[in-house]
């Protein structure tokens, strides 16, 4: 690893050689402390992030995954309350983990740093080959199925047409998340107020219903009325359901070196965004059931678009463009966040060095965006990313039980490190409580889907050990890599990150170390320490 590092070094003077311009006034070079992450994301950016992520296409096409497992209308509304408060609880975990390893790359962060090298390969390397590849692939297949929709109204548009489209999407959002940091935040908080709006909308027409006296499904003896047999394994189903609806609420952790003051913003965007998309989540599906029987909501494919030809007559078409708005925020927003989970790991020294490094000037870390991207563009050739999300969504949900543990066993092992924020420990017990539940009936329902994701899963550890653990690599080896990152750096026009400790900005004060990982061993690079003020 001193030997990699030593030749970024080299090729970074040389770029600089070669004739690149200097950073601009008052940004770091790579020869002084180093350029680094800005910190341009501010509350209002953080919300957009979490509330971007978590609402995607799924509460407009098809939140009947809930209802039909409760059974009734009364027990969803339920299932989607208490998951929300579930969902708060997690990220509070995730909110004292964020400030006390105050390191861009969430989850992977911190169980690496708790549990070791391995373990946090392993949930980088599913990651990296499945989740964020195939889930990115599909929100951009499903912004151009809905784009396309209007252009086809008789029947499915091309396949090709879809793969094409959604594919422009993703290089256009990579370009603008390689070009500036502030401008993919305000693509975020553009779009993902756009989608806020259009539910609002949804909302507004379901309060007009129950004004009208729209409200036969909400009334308790016919909300609560079960179309199916009641069963404990379906109730679990339904929570499983609700809790995927809220899956990317841990996206802001994967940013955390990029926020403006994080130890007040993160908790805060948490308070804001988790309790936001839980009103959402409930009332929009309050006003689904005000405008359709539950039968005709189960039958529906496009639960919003239904709602707006019931309800909006020619305006309809706002219901489609909606979908399609919320889908281009969504890819933005994933492309944002997962490039930072490859940087960090990249920095770590479970990646290729590359994917750690910098723009001189803009500081994005283009390498990592454009792997991310290229990755994405190879699940859109595949036609088993479907497959693929089903076999790894057992293990993405693994993963942050996981990490919610590792906050105990962090408070057992390292009791006296500076906390910035510490939640009561009833939390974490009861969302590892909720997490054992759904976890264990998974494994129970589905043996064969969880033991395939297991093994995708464990296709990782020969990959550490012969990338990461075993250093005498043969020199040719070392030599190629070496020659690859240069390159790449040239093409790029990036560095290595300064390891230096950071003045907060508009301060004097140096940042001090909080968190010191544990001691090497496993080949793992040296992560650049996050501070807090001494």
Request: proline share 6%.
């Amino acid at each position: 690893m001193a030997e990699g590092a030593r030749q970024r070094g080299g090729a970074a003077a040389a770029a600089a050689a070669a004739g690149e311009q200097a950073p601009p006034a008052g940004q770091a070079s790579a020869g002084d402390t180093g350029v680094a992450l800005k910190k341009e994301i501010g509350l209002v950016s953080a919300c957009g992030i979490i509330v971007g992520n978590i609402i995607g296409s799924g509460i407009f096409v098809s939140p009947k995954g809930v209802l039909e497992n409760a059974g009734s209308v009364g027990l969803a509304l339920v299932v989607w309350i208490v998951t929300g408060l579930i969902t708060a609880v997690g990220a509070l975990c995730y909110a004292e983990l964020g400030v006390t390893i105050p390191k861009s790359g969430g989850d992977y962060s911190y169980v690496k740093d708790i549990f070791g090298g391995l373990a946090g390969f392993l949930r980088l390397w599913i990651a990296v080959l499945v989740i964020y590849p195939t889930n990115q692939a599909v929100i951009a297949l499903t912004f151009s199925n809905y784009v396309l929709q209007p252009l086809f109204p008789t029947c499915f548009p091309p396949e090709t047409g879809l793969r094409l489209l959604a594919a422009v999407c993703l290089l256009l959002l990579t370009w603008v998340n390689c070009a500036s940091v502030r401008w993919a935040t305000r693509v975020q908080d553009v779009f993902t107020a756009g989608k806020l709006l259009a539910l609002a909308l949804i909302i507004i027409m379901g309060i007009v219903q129950i004004c009208r006296g729209q409200y036969y499904w909400l009334q308790p003896s016919q909300a609560f009325e079960s179309f199916v047999e009641p069963d404990v394994g379906l109730i679990a189903l339904a929570f499983l359901q609700g809790s995927f609806a809220y899956g990317g609420w841990n996206f802001l952790n994967y940013v955390t070196e990029e926020l403006v003051d994080p130890y007040r913003n993160l908790p805060r965007a948490i308070y804001i965004s988790i309790p936001l998309v839980t009103f959402v989540y409930v009332f929009a599906n309050i006003a689904y059931v005000t405008a359709m029987s539950p039968q005709e909501l189960l039958a529906s494919n496009a639960v919003a678009v239904t709602f707006g030809e019931k309800l909006l007559g020619v305006m309809s078409w706002i219901m489609p463009i909606s979908v399609a708005l919320s889908t281009f925020g969504g890819v933005n927003g994933s492309l944002f966040t997962s490039s930072r989970l490859f940087f960090a790991g990249a920095r770590e020294g479970h990646l290729p060095s590359l994917l750690a490094m910098i723009h001189i000037k803009r500081c994005t870390p283009i390498p990592a965006l454009l792997f991310t991207c290229v990755s994405t563009l190879l699940m859109l050739v595949t036609s088993d990313m479907y497959t693929l999300i089903n076999y790894v969504g057992f293990i993405n949900y693994l993963f942050y039980g996981v990490t919610v543990a590792g906050q105990i066993v962090l408070r057992w092992k390292k009791p006296d490190i500076p906390r910035p924020i510490k939640v009561n420990l009833i939390f974490p017990v009861i969302y590892l409580l909720f997490w054992a539940f759904l976890l264990v009936f998974s494994l129970y329902s589905e043996p064969v889907v969880c033991g395939i994701g297991l093994a995708i899963m464990l296709t990782g550890v020969p990959v550490y050990f012969l990338g990461v653990h075993w250093k005498n690599k043969p020199e040719c080896f070392d030599k190629l890599v070496d020659r690859l990152t240069f390159v790449g750096q040239r093409f790029c026009v990036v560095v290595y990150p300064g390891e230096a400790a950071r003045k907060e900005e508009g301060s004097g004060e140096e940042r001090s170390p909080i968190y010191t990982p544990p001691a090497g061993g496993e080949g793992e690079g040296q992560a650049e320490k996050a501070a807090v003020e001494s």
